[in-house]
């Protein structure tokens, strides 16, 4: 049986959201995938090789950047609200709140999630100065935005995913104006 390096970091990234990045070990999804460790170090350098690899799925699913995601409605409080419906609907289980736990000890993290976090919120800027806020009340929402976006699943994970939305759909609403 062939394992790629996709398949390591499914299965990975399945463990991530339930146990955090201290609950990743190499022998026990060796197990999972019925391999050998030899396998992992064909795919990875090492445990951090994988985190890395997890981060770089995880600000993948970040569309913001894209053009084609503002491309999809002119309405700016549209494409807010397409940032954290995405992030409801793409179906993590708590990776980021790992990820982000994991940057608070690990600098070379943190700095890589610190870049993408302010493309994040500069898109968010723009989208509530299009909404008619000046600058500094844009900036202090989109911050605000932010929280909720990265709170959200320690918040309201538990709930299915309709209600999930409903909740944050009502933030957004509040924040909008």
Same mark, same amino acid.
């Given at each position: 049986m062939s394992i790629s390096r996709d398949d390591w970091i499914d299965a990975a990234w399945d463990i991530l959201g339930e146990a955090g990045v201290e609950g990743i070990r190499i022998e026990q999804l060796a197990r999972k995938l019925s391999v050998t460790k030899g396998s992992f170090?064909?795919?990875f350098k090492n445990r951090q090789g994988l985190v890395d690899a997890m981060i770089q799925r995880w600000l993948g699913m970040r569309e913001?950047?894209?053009p084609s995601? =503002?491309?999809?409605?002119?309405?700016? =409080?549209?494409? *807010?609200?397409r940032?954290?419906?995405?992030?409801?609907?793409r179906?993590?289980?708590?990776?980021?709140?790992? *990820?982000r *736990?994991?940057?608070?000890?690990?600098?070379?993290?943190?700095?890589?999630?610190?870049?993408?976090?302010?493309?994040r919120r500069q898109f968010l800027v723009d989208q509530f100065k299009a909404l008619g806020h000046e600058e500094e009340t844009a900036e202090i929402r989109a911050e605000v935005y932010m929280s909720v976006i990265s709170a959200e699943? *320690?918040?309201?994970?538990s709930r299915n995913e309709t209600d999930r939305l409903?909740?944050?759909r009502r933030k957004h609403e509040m924040l909008i104006r």
């Open positions: 170090y064909w795919h913001e950047d894209r995601f =503002s491309a999809t409605s002119e309405d700016p =409080s549209e494409r *807010l609200w940032v954290i419906e995405r992030g409801i609907t179906g993590t289980r708590g990776q980021a709140a790992a *990820l *736990l994991w940057a608070q000890r690990n600098p070379e993290v943190e700095e890589k999630i610190v870049s993408a976090d302010a493309i699943f *320690l918040h309201s994970g409903a909740m944050a």
